[in-house]
């Protein structure tokens, strides 16, 4: 590690988070991203990384992709983060955009946040003003982010920390993939939503299985609550379609996006509401407030971001690299049977799945240390979340193979020392 | 109730960003399909290729229709038979040919394994559009390319549908997703984007010499030809009526259109006489000095060629120009006194319009040949009419032009439809001609070869490489939809399907199609 990012990490720690930064550091990780182009990272000592984390999907089609940034430029010839009370008309056009390839028909409205977080909140109160009921059914492990309410449907290992748990028996946790609880969590007709990940990302990527989205819609419906769908990991043709939902036969009652819908350059997070269920638009527009919620700019950016992606190029492309990834991670697979043991996948949303408890963490070390960037599921550290992006070449996913064949075979050895493999 | 529209508020789309976005995305599609579809063997890309041949043949005729209506070029029937011929019998002429499998050279101790291109762009011309487009895309489907197609703007909406309609049949027979595409809005910006791209390995470049040049200039590798302006020999020793009817017939073929066709004839003062008198058999009209004057100011403007004449019907053209010509007319034939630069008649002409020189002597005649060819279109093509074959070897050697086709009409001759020559839409115009190539091209022009060379030393044994192939993979096994209902999860290497062979018609019936077709270009 040169001098230079020694000091940095000491200004780092003293400045802005001594825990994070530390942290890293423990799990042998020292990076410092500096530079960033495309689907490569470069830390402040030079090295490369092909970057498979993307923050979630926010560098879907890459870093600084140069249609954003032109976008985001010739926008800021024109607009700014523009004034929230007002009609405004990047805001409306971004709305429009968004409701011509909403995953239901009815879903005409967008309200806007600055993050996912906000977002989700948005989509809380929504379905609590639409419902008049209060309680939230959400998955256990399952993440929405870190503001007031979307705080409360998650891990309380984030909510606890700052004394913001539910206390009031609002928001109700049930497991995923299992529907008897689901109906037990809204026999009571008392929950105003249901809340889901299409596939919960820090989870480490679970799928749903075949009939249990469908289900807990049809569950929805009969007891009175609505279905908010949480796309902001998988929509975007993360799963090859535009939204992922709308592959699991699901038209949500409230959506929300964010992450890669701001392209990675202005955060915007957006929540898509049915026209039925966006009451307090008409009785209290200014209801929720938001200064740099829907910021003009960000909705240029973002309709760039969905021109792109609806692209018929970005549809074949993930397909590609879909295929051509799990053809080669099988193959890997197949080598390291005894330690890989699994692989998730949905389009290039992918989870893989190591027999050990931290395994995706060595691993994450391993491919950090030969070029690649991916990171562990928080909540469940047996799963590497792998996220290849929208646009990569042929030649980046080879070089992303070759790679993780590397690392994986270091992160066995490390955990399992040179045991002989089993057949 | 109102319905959502996108409205863009800030249009970036002719930035330079736009721009590179655009080729980038859809030559990196192109890449990606190219890379899989070099995991195909020899069957499953010939039942491509059949497929995609099939389609050509069966749309040749609307698409010919199309074409002439969209650009004003050329004979329905001639271009639905071209359509035809750049179908079938293209595929069937390289058929025995493998572009696929190992090659083992057991003398020379060499293996050659053949390594496609990867991304081809192609131009496409207005004049020829749908041939241009049949062959360019099974050209690079038997080689297991991927190729995207710009079309000529004049000839944008006919082409476009017709790459799709082929795109469609390589899809369907089994091809890669992309390996075919086309840019539905070829601005010269975007043009320029995609042949500069390092994502594109090879230029194919068909059309003006501006667009050619520019090819050239990208540094990317290009296979570009130049323009024709093909001289014509009647020699003493000729059949002269048959000489004149293959001429008319040549020329006539789809108004000229091709760039193969006959441009000055030159003959022999004791030829002058009986050749005019076949000509006028055979369907020419020949202008006298006014008619010549009145064609030269129509067909060359200060800018050039008048292309509101390309591949119109001599009577059409004759009409422009103020000619009386009897409605039976099939070409003009148009005296000239000089060969070069003072004589606009003495360049290339896509349309019926033939100048007539005489020469005193053969050696005169050779020389102006060389002068035609001086002025334009070096390294394209010439035709001499004799039967004896030393005037026929000197005429040859003499003409810088690559191909020589004798006794034959030029037109269908030199792209090879009436001659053993390569069958093609893209005439490489090599050195001469300021171009890589100076061959017909076809499908060798669009892979290299990995040669796999052994020790010379007798000592040294050869390995032995009878049934080994490459890794063919197949099509790659579709990723699952987790959860998806009907994705089943992944089936690996039982997933890969291979293409069939080509429905509903036999071998049979293919060889009499192509029979067909060959007979109707060969009458003459």
């Known amino acids: 590690m040169s001098q230079a990012k020694l000091e940095f990490l000491d200004r780092s720690r003293t400045f802005w988070n001594p825990g994070k930064t530390q942290d890293w550091q423990d799990m042998g990780i020292d990076l410092v991203i500096d530079r960033r182009e495309g689907y490569y990272l470069y830390d402040m000592d030079g090295q490369r990384l092909i970057d498979l984390h993307l923050n979630g999907g926010t560098y879907n089609l890459g870093h600084r992709n140069p249609e954003l940034v032109e976008a985001l430029k010739a926008g800021s010839a024109r607009f700014d983060m523009g004034n929230h009370h007002f009609p405004a008309l990047a805001r409306t056009a971004l709305a429009e955009a968004l409701a011509a390839c909403a995953p239901a028909p009815d879903m005409v409205y967008t309200a806007y946040g600055s993050g996912g977080g906000e977002a989700i909140d948005i989509a809380i109160k929504t379905a609590r003003h639409a419902t008049q009921k209060r309680k939230i059914v959400s998955i256990i492990k399952a993440y929405h982010g870190h503001t007031g309410l979307a705080l409360k449907t998650g891990d309380d290992r984030f909510s606890k920390l700052f004394l913001s748990e539910d206390t009031q028996g609002e928001f109700i946790q049930v497991p995923f993939n299992d529907l008897n609880a689901m109906e037990d969590a809204l026999r009571g007709r008392d929950v105003a939503a249901v809340l889901m990940e299409t596939i919960p990302a820090t989870y480490g990527f679970p799928m749903p299985k075949e009939g249990y989205l469908p289900a807990v819609k049809s569950l929805c419906e009969r007891y009175d609550a609505l279905y908010i769908a949480d796309e902001?990991?998988?929509?975007?043709?993360?799963?090859?379609?535009?939204?992922?939902?709308?592959?699991?036969?699901?038209?949500?009652?409230?959506?929300?996006?964010?992450?890669?819908?701001?392209?990675?350059?202005?955060?915007?997070?957006?929540?898509?509401?049915?026209?039925?269920?966006?009451?307090?638009?008409?009785?209290?527009?200014?209801?929720?407030?938001?200064?740099?919620?829907?910021?003009?700019?960000?909705?240029?950016?973002?309709?760039?971001?969905?021109?792109?992606?609806?692209?018929?190029?970005?549809?074949?492309?993930?397909?590609?690299?879909?295929?051509?990834?799990?053809?080669?991670?099988?193959?890997?697979?197949?080598?390291?049977?005894?330690?890989?043991?699994?692989?998730?996948?949905?389009?290039?949303?992918?989870?893989?799945?190591?027999?050990?408890?931290?395994?995706?963490?060595?691993?994450?070390?391993?491919?950090?240390?030969?070029?690649?960037?991916?990171?562990?599921?928080?909540?469940?550290?047996?799963?590497?979340?792998?996220?290849?992006?929208?646009?990569?070449?042929?030649?980046?996913?080879?070089?992303?193979?070759?790679?993780?064949?590397?690392?994986?075979?270091?992160?066995?050895?490390?955990?399992?020392?040179?045991?002989?493999?089993?057949? | 109730m109102m319905q959502p529209q996108i409205r863009n508020l800030i249009d970036i789309s002719d930035t330079p960003a736009a721009l590179k976005g655009k080729a980038d995305m859809v030559l990196e599609r192109a890449r990606w399909a190219a890379q899989v579809f070099q995991r195909y063997d020899r069957d499953a890309t010939m039942a491509i290729v059949d497929a995609v041949a099939q389609a050509a043949h069966e749309h040749a005729g609307r698409y010919a229709e199309w074409a002439v209506e969209e650009t004003g070029f050329g004979v329905v029937a001639h271009k639905k038979l071209k359509n035809e011929l750049t179908a079938h019998p293209l595929v069937e002429h390289y058929r025995d040919q493998d572009f696929v499998n190992v090659c083992v050279d057991e003398a020379r101790k060499i293996v050659r394994i053949p390594r496609p291109a990867g991304v081809i762009l192609a131009l496409t011309?207005?004049?020829?559009?749908?041939?241009?487009?049949?062959?360019?895309?099974?050209?690079?489907?038997?080689?297991?390319?991927?190729?995207?197609?710009?079309?000529?703007?004049?000839?944008?909406?006919?082409?476009?549908?017709?790459?799709?309609?082929?795109?469609?049949?390589?899809?369907?027979?089994?091809?890669?997703?992309?390996?075919?595409?086309?840019?539905?809005?070829?601005?010269?910006?975007?043009?320029?984007?995609?042949?500069?791209?390092?994502?594109?390995?090879?230029?194919?470049?068909?059309?003006?010499?501006?667009m050619v040049r520019s090819a050239y200039s990208s540094s990317t590798p290009a296979i570009g030809v130049g323009p024709g302006n093909a001289p014509v020999f009647v020699d003493a020793t000729a059949d002269i009526d048959k000489a004149a009817k293959r001429i008319v017939e040549s020329k006539s073929f789809d108004n000229s259109a091709l760039c193969t066709n006959e441009s000055v004839l030159i003959t022999l003062t004791e030829v002058d006489a009986r050749l005019r008198n076949s000509f006028k058999q055979a369907g020419a009209y020949l202008c006298n000095d006014d008619d010549a004057s009145r064609l030269r100011r129509y067909l060359f403007h200060d800018r050039g060629f008048n292309i509101e004449s390309i591949g119109r019907d001599a009577t059409w053209i004759a009409q422009e120009c103020g000619i009386r010509v009897p409605t039976s007319t099939r070409i003009l034939l148009a005296p000239i006194t000089h060969i070069g630069v003072e004589e606009p008649l003495s360049r290339e002409k896509l349309c019926p319009v033939l100048a007539y020189y005489v020469a005193k002597n053969r050696a005169q005649a050779i020389s102006q040949a060389r002068a035609v060819l001086r002025l334009a279109g070096a390294g394209h093509s010439a035709a001499i009419h004799a039967l004896d074959e030393r005037v026929a070897m000197a005429f040859a050697a003499a003409v810088e032009a690559y191909r020589v086709v004798v006794n034959v009409p030029c037109t269908q001759g030199a792209a090879g439809f009436a001659t053993a020559l390569a069958p093609t839409f893209t005439v490489g115009t090599g050195f001469f001609g300021r171009s890589s190539v100076g061959e017909n091209i076809g499908p060798g022009h669009l892979i290299h070869w990995t040669q796999m060379a052994y020790n010379n030393d007798v000592a040294e044994t050869f390995g032995n490489y009878h049934g080994l192939t490459q890794d063919f993979g197949g099509p790659l096994p579709q990723a699952p939809s987790d959860g998806v209902p009907g994705s089943n999860g992944y089936r690996g290497a039982t997933a890969e399907q291979h293409a069939g062979s080509l429905p509903g018609v036999t071998r049979d019936e293919l060889r009499r199609m192509i029979a067909e077709e060959l007979r109707a270009v060969l009458r003459k």
Request: net charge negative; glycine share 10%; aromatic share 6%.
């Open chain 1, 232 to 423: 902001v990991q998988t929509g975007l043709m993360r799963c090859g379609e535009m939204w992922a939902c709308t592959k699991y036969d699901i038209e949500p009652d409230i959506m929300v996006t964010g992450k890669g819908i701001g392209g990675g350059l202005y955060p915007i997070a957006c929540t898509c509401i049915a026209e039925r269920c966006g009451g307090w638009l008409k009785e209290d527009g200014f209801g929720h407030i938001s200064t740099g919620g829907g910021a003009e700019l960000g909705c240029i950016v973002a309709m760039k971001t969905l021109e792109i992606v609806q692209r018929p190029e970005v549809r074949s492309m993930v397909s590609f690299i879909s295929d051509y990834m799990r053809a080669g991670l099988e193959k890997i697979m197949a080598e390291y049977s005894d330690f890989f043991i699994g692989i998730r996948q949905h389009g290039v949303v992918m989870g893989l799945e190591f027999n050990h408890e931290q395994g995706a963490k060595p691993v994450m070390k391993h491919l950090y240390h030969n070029g690649v960037w991916a990171i562990f599921s928080t909540l469940d550290p047996r799963v590497l979340q792998f996220k290849p992006g929208l646009l990569m070449t042929q030649a980046d996913c080879e070089e992303v193979l070759r790679r993780v064949e590397i690392g994986v075979g270091l992160a066995r050895e490390e955990l399992m020392g040179s045991l002989r493999r089993s057949a």
């Open chain 2, 125 to 210: 011309p207005s004049t020829n559009p749908i041939a241009t487009i049949n062959y360019k895309i099974l050209i690079a489907l038997m080689t297991r390319n991927a190729m995207v197609i710009s079309p000529h703007p004049a000839a944008r909406a006919c082409s476009v549908d017709a790459v799709q309609t082929l795109a469609d049949a390589a899809l369907a027979a089994g091809a890669p997703d992309g390996v075919i595409q086309v840019i539905a809005d070829p601005s010269i910006a975007l043009v320029e984007e995609l042949m500069a791209s390092p994502k594109t390995a090879v230029i194919l470049a068909t059309g003006g010499t501006a």
